[in-house]
């Protein structure tokens, strides 16, 4: 299944050659929902496929 970032309006995937990393979304709970809320994404459930790209991230790490 190919990555695609799951930020609201963007349509990074991992099929570009862009040079972006996709990260899973954190299992644990607490830091889970800082992820959720620090993409703004209230009232979503993040499946195990779910993945945020690098830019997202400051100095994209």
């Known amino acids: 299944m190919p990555s695609i970032c799951c930020a609201?309006?963007?349509?990074?995937?991992?099929?570009?050659?862009n040079g972006l990393t996709?990260?899973?979304i954190p299992?644990?709970?607490?830091?889970?929902?800082?992820?959720?809320?620090a993409i703004k994404?209230?009232?979503w459930t993040p499946t195990e496929h779910s993945r945020l790209c690098s830019e997202h991230f400051?100095?994209?790490?």
């Open 22 to 24: 996709f990260y899973n």
């Open 41 to 43: 994404r209230d009232h």
């Open 58 to 61: 400051i100095l994209g790490k």
């Open 27 to 37: 299992k644990n709970t607490e830091r889970r929902q800082k992820w959720i809320a």
């Open 8 to 17: 609201v309006c963007c349509d990074n995937s991992k099929s570009q050659s």
